[in-house]
């Protein structure tokens, strides 16, 4: 039986993270179905996974709003039950307590503070997960240095802030997460990193609305051998991640991994783009269209249109308890380098692996029990 695993939030009093931690502590108690956690379902009993009851939350945010009067928020706007921030209070403030601020500078000071505030925490516990789910950054400008771990020693203030991250958590013995597009573990000197450390790592981009739709849809217009001429998007969103994907810079990221699900699947680049709306009135819903134009038998026109609605918070923050206990599993059995079996979580899965979303359940199931 595993022990106590400890999740390190980075944007820990953030809506997904604050999801989390409230709604791990809600079934906990029984006061909430299992409803969106992959790894309750059947095909997950008796892997020997972590149990919610052992997971440990902790973290870093650059906001010092408590976690209890985060959760308030969100259940005046209907992401959280009504109830639950009271009949979780203890539970928010145990987690609030091991919270810390996140450094404010960066290279090789902030990345000490990291790898000391996660060292304090593993303290007592069997394993530490890192688990990125703060806003989401621009792309990470190409340099020499990323190239390999001995360059990237001199060179660690050239790392974006989700790169920090990963590299502070392989050197603090942790696996590491990106739920975000940012850059997180994906530069050869972090892979480099985590493999010698012997450490496992996920990501990147959770795969939550419009992006998992298409990882179902895109494999059957191939499988019926249907030619797709294009493929457009539009995604109008509230909330902190609507306001950070705002900016181009940030938005080219996420749009970079949801166009990637449709190449790898269709086995080619189709016309077509993603295009995304802050709409703050929204708040933590977001709402997404797509229009597919294809082509059938003696080249016939046709189109798929498709509306999905959901709540951001509430779409996310089971699975990023799933990947909390399936990288603590990961963890345990000293898996090194990236787990391409998580790829089923993702819109750009790190690892070689299958990105139909049927072919990547199964190979995740597979995987929990092997």
């Not at 609507?242 to 016309?271: I, M, W, Y």
């Not at 996310?316 to 998580?342: I, M, Q, S, W, Y």
């Amino acid at each position: 039986m595993m022990g106590k695993i400890g999740v390190w939030l980075v944007g820990a009093r953030g809506s997904v993270a604050t999801t989390a931690i409230a709604g791990a502590a809600a079934m906990r108690a029984g006061l909430a179905a299992r409803t969106g956690c992959v790894t309750e379902l059947p095909d997950f009993a008796g892997a020997d996974l972590p149990g919610l009851e052992d997971l440990v939350f902790a973290g870093h945010d650059v906001v010092d709003t408590p976690l209890v009067k985060r959760a308030e928020h969100l259940a005046a706007a209907g992401v959280l039950p009504s109830t639950l921030p009271a009949a979780v209070t203890a539970e928010l403030e145990a987690a609030e307590a091991r919270l810390r601020p996140a450094p404010a500078e960066g290279g090789r000071s902030a990345i000490d503070r990291i790898v000391a505030d996660l060292t304090a925490f593993r303290a007592g516990l069997d394993h530490v997960v890192v688990v990125n789910v703060s806003s989401t950054e621009p792309p990470c400008a190409p340099h020499p240095a990323h190239e390999s771990l001995a360059a990237l020693e001199g060179a660690l203030d050239t790392l974006p802030s989700s790169a920090q991250y990963a590299y502070a958590a392989f050197r603090a013995g942790c696996g590491f997460v990106d739920f975000t597009p940012s850059t997180g573990a994906r530069l050869p000197a972090l892979d480099e990193l985590a493999r010698t450390a012997g450490l496992p790592y996920a990501g990147r981009d959770g795969k939550t609305g419009e992006t998992l739709l298409r990882s179902v849809l895109a494999p059957m217009f191939a499988q019926r051998a249907l030619n797709v001429l294009s493929w457009s998007g539009t995604n109008l969103l509230g909330g902190g991640d609507g306001a950070t994907l705002a900016d181009p810079g940030a938005a080219s990221s996420k749009n970079a991994s949801k166009q990637q699900v449709l190449s790898r699947n269709l086995g080619r680049e189709v016309d077509g783009e993603v295009h995304i709306d802050y709409v703050p009135a929204l708040g933590d819903w977001k709402t997404a269209w797509d229009h597919v134009l294809f082509e059938g038998f003696l080249g016939t026109r046709m189109t798929l249109q498709l509306t999905w609605q959901g709540c951001d918070s509430a779409l996310a923050a089971p699975l990023v308890l799933d990947l909390a206990r399936l990288t603590g599993k990961a963890c345990r059995e000293g898996v090194a380098g990236p787990v391409a079996e998580f790829g089923f979580f993702f819109k750009d899965p790190a690892g070689d692996g299958p990105h139909d979303l049927a072919s990547q359940y199964a190979a995740l199931r597979e995987w929990a029990h092997r």
